[in-house]
Structures are given as C-alpha cells and as structure tokens.
C-alpha cells in the first residue's frame, strides 16, 4: 500500500464509450502523473500536475484528458479511444516534481475493444 | 534523445547474486532511479543515486558512474520473491525535471 489508490482496477471500453479513471494520493503530495505503459514499452509520462497546474503535456493525444480539481485527486477522461490505448495506466505522486521519489497506485488495466 | 538502456530479461539462482546494467546518455543527466515491479502490480522505489559510487540498502545495491552514463543494481542472496521486473529511470534536467524510464529487465530467480 503506496497511499496513491486507483479506480477501476480494470476497465473494458468500447471505441464510442466515454470513461473516466480515478486516482486519489493520501500522501500530502504536490505533484501528481498520469503513465501508460504497454507491454515491452517503457513507462510512458503523459501529464504532470504540480499544485494543481498541469505543467506538462507529453504530446499525448487529445481523446486523453486530464483533470486535477485539488491536490489529492487526479482524473483521466477517456473518449473515442482506440484498440492501440489498450494499456495499464499508473497514476504516481510525489512531494514536488523535483522529488526523489514517486509513489505509484496500482493502475487501472484498460482494454479497448 | 535520452535513451536508457538495459536488458530485457535475465535469469539467476536462488542465492546468487546478479547484477542488472543500464546506459543512459549523460547529456542533462540529474539522477537515476531504480525501481521494482512484480507482474500486475505497480512499481515501487527502490534507489536513487545522484553523485558516483556505491549506495548499498541491505541486499540490494545501486552503483553510478556519470561520466560512463552507466548504473547497476546489484541483488544479492537473492529469493524467489525478487522475480519481478526492474526498471531504470533517468532524471533530466528541464522543465520539471522529466523523468524517463528504461524497458525494465525482467528477472527471473530459479530455485
């Protein structure tokens, strides 16, 4: 147990649905990161949030979106997404983005059909 | 770029020591993590080294040398609960600070 939890743990999803993951940080943290990660694929970072901000964009696709109401939540919309998105995705948080150490939830597998 | 390097898998004995290598390019280089992940679940930190040299926690250990570009994590007495992935990840300096994660080598411990 990190203290960073995610929902759902698992989640199937047509090309049309419209589907939001969840991550929540008990750790007090600043920072907060949204990762893909495929197989045979490094950990891919797709946004970064600090206190609140999205600070970066990792050129990923628009039918991604992110949202940070506060500190502690994270969410990542998903919309019109293809069979290629099918991954695990981590979220991760840390004191400040320039922190040692990232703590990761467990994930959500995606699978889109 | 900021290619990191490692190998996909490797295999050792229960008991043994092994020793997983990983290349980066040195370019912007501010520090390099090394973290653990069993199949299924999410990583967890296992190193961080900054300035050369050897840092040892219980039997694992993590080494640099920045001017090689070159880190490894060493395990030792190894267990048959080490099996999971290891994964390398580089901060470079920018921005936020970016950090970038290697493929992971897949370690397999046999009895």
Redesign the interface.
């Known amino acids: 147990e990190t203290g960073v939890t995610q929902t759902p743990r698992h989640l199937v999803m047509g090309m049309t649905n419209k589907k939001s993951l969840k991550c929540e940080q008990h750790l007090g943290h600043n920072a907060m990161y949204w990762y893909k990660q495929s197989a045979k694929k490094p950990l891919e970072l797709m946004f970064v949030y600090s206190l609140e901000e999205r600070v970066e964009n990792n050129s990923v696709p628009s039918r991604f979106s992110p949202e940070c109401p506060n500190s502690s939540h994270l969410f990542l919309h998903l919309h019109t997404l293809q069979p290629e998105d099918s991954a695990l995705y981590l979220c991760a948080s840390s004191q400040d983005t320039g922190s040692e150490t990232q703590y990761f939830g467990p994930g959500t597998r995606l699978l889109v059909l | 770029g900021q290619n990191?390097d490692q190998p996909?898998e490797m295999t050792a004995t229960e008991g043994a020591i092994v020793q997983i290598n990983c290349t980066y390019q040195t370019s912007g280089f501010n520090?390099l993590?090394w973290y653990q992940q069993h199949a299924g679940?999410?990583?967890?930190?296992l190193s961080?080294n900054v300035l050369d040299g050897l840092e040892e926690k219980g039997r694992f250990s993590s080494f640099l040398s920045r001017s090689k570009g070159y880190s490894y994590l060493l395990l030792k007495e190894l267990q048959m609960k080490d099996s999971a992935s290891y994964?390398c990840?580089v901060r470079f300096s920018g921005?936020?600070?970016?950090?970038?994660?290697?493929?992971?080598t897949k370690l397999q411990v046999i009895p």
């Open positions: 990191i996909t520090g993590f679940e999410a990583p967890t930190f961080y994964l990840a921005g936020y600070q970016k950090v970038t994660f290697g493929t992971g």
